[in-house]
């Protein structure tokens, strides 16, 4: 989830040149300052979240610029949601944006009239998803997910629609990744905690998405991405999916590098991830789990206090990996090289391929993990996880 108060900060930083993935050939860059780019921010702020929601609106009018269109679907807490375009205005105490008449999944909008909506169904992701597409003319498309969000436990993707569902409900990262892998959105972003696991991204590669995955191994401040930090870097940049993956991170360390509690930000490119490496290294590891030295004192790789549980946590992969003697460790740490383009970690800096990873230690965690992670049924992890000393 969301959490921590952080205050509001606005800063500037431009950028004229931007390193390129070193994996990516040459001539897939090429200058193109003429980008249309619909930047499609899914909102769920009808929780303890709700008071961020018009701050971060008003971060992306005073940094939107011409050739892109932010379009917001807000929910908020015992209010109502309602569609906004994102207007230009530099008052940051008061929000200029243009409420648009829609109707997503049967709920009619317009302005002054905000329906309650349940953002953990499906049909409103994709209602209001196609509704940007149809209305919202462009050349690339960007999803923001913004809400609270609790990673590989139960799968879940969003949490917390307060008015609206269950407290037991979520939107899964499988039914988010279905909806994007079918329509043209170039990069898919999670303003929420927890998201950059392998488990989910390994639901967005098997869904068919072949876009661009940017989350958080661990735990996002309340205050979520600086949105006039990251816009205005855009502005200068080429433009381009990876640009977009790139100034993300980059605002990301400006806003938080003096941040008290460890924070991370990672861009995956999908098309990179070869999940045959993966699943001979876990069948690997489940044959050698207590001689490999990948779960050797795993108390040093979990990313902050916060995501221990008495049923698991979250630990670094790549830093196990690299602890682990088994002879499929290359091929993977190549492959993390490969398909985690842009990351940066408050502890361990710039570049660090950072990504998460279950470490299961309630039994009925682990049977439901088995059961329902679509990383646990196509490859032997689960079993490594059984077959390791507890």
């Not at 492959?335 to 502890?347: A, C, E, H």
């Amino acid at each position: 989830m969301k959490k921590y108060f952080f205050s509001f900060l606005l800063s500037i930083f431009f950028i004229s040149c931007l390193r390129e993935p070193q994996e990516l050939s040459p001539g897939s860059f090429t200058k193109d300052n003429g980008n249309r780019w619909t930047i499609i921010v899914y909102m769920n702020g009808d929780n303890s979240l709700s008071d961020y929601t018009n701050i971060d609106i008003n971060e992306m009018e005073m940094g939107i610029f011409d050739g892109v269109d932010i379009i917001v679907l807000q929910d908020r807490k015992a209010i109502g949601a309602r569609i906004l375009k994102v207007v230009k205005d530099d008052n940051p105490n008061s929000l200029n944006s243009i409420e648009l008449t829609a109707t997503i999944n049967s709920k009619n909008f317009g302005p002054g009239v905000y329906p309650e909506v349940n953002m953990l169904d499906k049909n409103t992701l994709s209602g209001f998803i196609d509704y940007c597409i149809l209305n919202f003319k462009a050349d690339r498309y960007a999803l923001v997910v913004w809400s609270h969000s609790d990673g590989w436990r139960t799968n879940k993707a969003i949490t917390s629609d307060d008015d609206s569902a269950p407290a037991t409900s979520f939107l899964s990262n499988s039914d988010i990744a279905s909806v994007v892998a079918t329509r043209p959105i170039s990069v898919v972003s999670f303003d929420s905690c927890l998201e950059g696991t392998l488990e989910n991204v390994w639901e967005f590669k098997k869904s068919g998405y072949n876009g661009i995955l940017i989350a958080s191994p661990n735990n996002v401040p309340g205050s979520g991405w600086n949105y006039y930090d990251f816009l205005k870097r855009f502005e200068e940049s080429y433009k381009r999916e990876f640009d977009f993956a790139q100034v993300a991170i980059e605002s990301y360390k400006k806003t938080y590098s003096f941040y008290y509690n460890r924070v991370s930000l990672s861009a995956f490119y999908l098309p990179y991830l070869n999940q045959s490496v993966f699943s001979s290294f876990f069948t690997e590891l489940k044959n050698n789990a207590n001689t490999s030295g990948f779960f050797n004192d795993l108390s040093h790789t979990y990313w902050d206090t916060y995501e221990v549980w008495s049923f698991g946590a979250h630990i670094d992969f790549y830093e196990s990996i690299t602890r682990s003697n088994l002879s499929t460790k290359n091929s993977v740490l190549n492959n993390l090289k490969s398909f985690i383009i842009y990351s940066w970690d408050s502890v361990k800096g710039d570049s660090y391929k950072g990504i998460s990873i279950i470490d299961a230690k309630s039994t009925t965690y682990y049977t439901y993990y088995t059961n329902n992670i679509g990383l646990a049924s196509d490859t032997d992890w689960n079993e490594a996880l059984s077959a390791r000393s507890w």
